[in-house]
């Protein structure tokens, strides 16, 4: 697995933000990692696509070699946390993306800050109906997705990683090889200050930002699986957000989990690819 990217950190809104950058004057794309993951779960991603992009993989706050955020992850502290990124490494309105909670900093930040971007791309955001379930599939049912992620994280961190590599490769079958041990070692990462403050900071509650949709002015990607399967976005939820949005497509991945990249690769790929294409045209 290619480990030679360059790497970097900058000050933005007010803390130590971690960076690894393919570089090269190609189009820029930024990628926003979900919650327990940070930059290097990009890498197969990456790897497709630096041949004609200039990635920049972020460490979001609390994650990876990023400093903590003391106690606030809020949607607003990580979108001005990207602005800042995107401000102090001089890109040039690059296409912005994410998955999950990275995918609602992306949203957020063309949100509130459109002159930043020129395209985002959101892989399963954090959207549902009002107090329905964040994940679906039967596993969850009943459960507090919260304190159930906040186990898992705590068993991985606790193990050596050629354990935790086992298990995520008994969990996710489906894996790529280059998936697992930056899966594994994201967890390694993972700062305690953001697992104590999952509850408090991240808002399951359910609800369409149909305002902050509406004021978004830049084409949008759209990349969501199934519920049956664990994704989030239902296509009900899906047409709503259409609804909402001025510039959006939509990229329905059958039978794909929430973590649509990692279950949907070829799939995932050929859409995103696609839209990269449209804005870079």
């Known amino acids: 697995m290619k480990t030679t990217w360059a790497q970097g950190d900058v000050y933005a809104n007010g803390i130590k933000i971690h960076y690894y950058r393919t570089g090269g004057n190609k189009p820029q794309v930024v990628l ?17 696509l630096e041949a004609a992009y200039d990635l920049i993989m972020l460490d979001v706050r609390g994650h990876g070699l990023s400093d903590i955020g003391q106690g606030d992850y809020s949607s607003q502290s990580r979108a001005a946390d990207l602005a800042g990124v995107i401000q102090a490494l001089g890109l040039d309105r690059p296409v912005v993306g994410g998955h999950s909670l990275g995918a609602d900093t992306a949203l957020n930040l063309a949100g509130h800050d459109p002159e930043l971007v020129r395209g985002i791309f959101l892989e399963d955001p954090p959207i549902t109906l009002p107090g329905q379930q964040i994940f679906g599939g039967k596993t969850a049912e009943g459960k507090d ?6 186990i898992f994280m705590r068993t ?35 700062s305690t200050d953001f697992l104590a403050s999952m509850a408090t900071s991240l808002d399951f509650s359910g609800g369409i930002p149909t305002e902050l949709l509406g004021g978004i002015k830049v084409p949008v990607l759209l ?59």
């Open 156 to 190: 991985i961190r606790a193990l050596p990683s050629f354990i935790g590599a086992s298990i995520a490769r008994r969990l996710n079958p489906g894996y790529h090889e280059d998936e697992i041990l930056p899966w594994v070692n994201s967890k390694k990462r993972l």
């Open 145 to 150: 997705p919260v304190r159930l992620m906040k």
């Open 32 to 48: 926003n990692h979900g919650a327990m993951d940070d930059g290097l779960c990009w890498t197969r991603v990456t790897k497709a």
């Open 223 to 281: 990349i969501i699986g199934d519920r049956d399967a664990g994704a989030i976005v239902s296509q009900g939820v899906a047409a709503a957000i259409q609804a909402a949005t001025k510039d959006l497509r939509i990229a329905h991945l059958t039978g794909a989990s929430h973590d649509i990249r990692r279950s949907r690769f070829d799939g995932y790929m050929a859409a995103l690819r696609s839209f990269l294409s449209e804005i870079y045209r």
